[in-house]
Nanobody
């Protein structure tokens, strides 16, 4: 079992920055691919950014490329999402996800979710 605790959300003006953190506990962090998804009101949950267990592979949704950076610190069992140049359309609840598997994106295996953190970008 894995417990994920997100932090770092909040209210920011358009063009500003936030850094989300997701601390993992309960299972070997180094064996988990980690990532972030988001869900805006009335919308489906969508992938934002993912990083594989080694930190050597990443995935970014097209709408965040060049603005968001995902990273992980194995010494702290934590994954980060640095969000720059935020836009009002980035407003959503951001969820941390952990999945067992060798790739950046893994399907069909064990996965775990955080409780979500609200990001609100004002225009």
């Amino acid at each position: 079992q894995v417990q994920l605790v997100e932090s770092g959300g909040g209210l920011v003006q358009a063009g500003g920055s936030l850094r989300l953190s997701c601390a993992a506990s309960g299972r070997t962090f180094s064996r988990l691919a980690m990532g972030w998804l988001r869900q805006a009101p009335g919308m489906d949950r969508e992938r934002v950014a993912f990083i594989d267990w080694s930190g050597g592979g990443t995935y970014y949704a097209d709408f965040v490329k060049g603005r968001f950076t995902i990273s992980r610190d194995s010494s702290k069992n934590t994954v980060y999402l640095q969000m720059n140049d935020l836009k009002p359309e980035d407003t959503a609840v951001y969820f941390c996800n952990a999945a067992v598997g060798p790739g950046v994106l893994n399907f069909g295996g064990d996965e775990y979710w955080g409780q979500g953190t609200q990001v609100t970008v004002s225009s």
